[in-house]
């Protein structure tokens, strides 16, 4: 605790070079700076630099001053000090305020409760949190990282909902840390999409809890690493892939809207992603408009997965009762909310018809990864 008989230390938020006081005398001496250049033995471009604050002054220099403008070289060599004293002190004061204004950007409260980065107490211990979560060391090596991508990221999302790239980026980032530390073999993309087929199978099953450990187990055996990240607001992403080297996928899928029929969609989706689209580009999906040779190819992909084209073209004629839809469900092999969801993809019918028979989740069943780096 601090002794309140203790004078306070003034702090100013400025620092002043002892090039100030130098053109101070100069002025009150009407000395020119090429005569002082040449009084202590220095070029005008030096003393220039001097007055700036850009020439430190050493202690042989502090012996000229002395002698032409007077004071004591100790003044000189103390004035020097405090300048540069003031002027790191400001400088991490700087940084600091930097810091809290970039971390502005993030919803960190969110990111604690999702498990992303431990609580804090402070706006810059938050900011501090968040450095660590990128895994960088201040604010410029962020930008010069992650701030254009995340920049770009969020721009390729549709527009009908708020999209922020703190939130996308930290989304992000968390999905690469876990996607990281997910033991895995090498990539096989033959392999992959051989095992297509059974996490197709998967989708009658019930439960998260069964069915997101094997299909984590599929996909790592090729791999993959699938990543289930909730999304904090101002990132609406249903899932997005990426290779993390040449030898390791990242799949990061958010249940979102927590359907079977959404998140085997974005499953496919993004699976066609990773074996049509090469190793050189981040996929980020939100569900909105496609706009892309990609996500078209990809939506096109996952749909052929779900549904084989004999089956699509049974499905544009099969009568739109329940249980027409599970007879046809079973013969397909899928559950059948993946059904409903194409018929209302395909516009047979609306959103918000028949949506019983869809699975929906609640987060208790689908755990998202927390694991505080």
Known sequence: MPDPTSPEVFEPDWAVPPGAT????????????????????????????????????????AE??????????????????????????????????????????????????LGWIPDFRSAMAAADECL??????????????YGGAAAAAA???????????????????????????TPCDSWD????????????????????????????????????????ARTPRGCPASGATRFLSTSKAMMVLSFRYRTDDQFWFTFFHEAGHLLLHGHDALFLE????????????????AQALILSPACMAELDRLPLDKDSIMHFARRAGVAPGLVVGQLQHRKRITPDRLNGLKRRYDWDQIAPDRLIP
């Open 22 to 61: 130098i053109a101070a005398l100069l002025a009150a001496r009407s000395l020119s700076r090429e005569s002082f250049a040449g009084a202590i033995g220095e070029s005008v471009e030096t003393v220039q630099r001097l007055l700036l604050g850009l020439e430190a002054v050493d202690h042989s220099l």
């Open 155 to 181: 721009f390729r999302m549709s527009g009908s909902v708020r999209r922020d790239p703190g939130a996308v980026s930290a989304w992000l980032r968390w999905a690469e840390i876990v996607a990281e530390r």
């Open 189 to 228: 993309p033959d392999g992959f999409r051989e095992r297509l087929g059974a996490a197709r199978r998967l989708s009658w099953k019930k439960d998260p809890t069964v069915f997101l450990p094997a299909l984590r187990r599929l996909c790592a055996e090729v791999g993959v690493a699938v990543v289930v």
């Open 286 to 301: 939100d569900g909105g408009e496609t706009t892309s040779d990609e996500e078209r190819e990809a939506n096109e992909f």
């Open 132 to 145: 660590k979560l990128f895994g960088v060391p201040d604010v410029a090596t962020w930008k010069a990282r």
């Open 64 to 113: 000229r001053l002395s002698r032409c403008l007077g004071s004591s070289r100790a003044f000189w060599v103390a004035r020097e000090a405090q300048f540069r004293a003031d002027s790191e002190r400001l400088r991490h004061q700087q940084e600091a305020e930097d810091r809290v204004a970039w971390a502005k950007q993030f919803p960190v409260r969110e990111m604690v409760s």
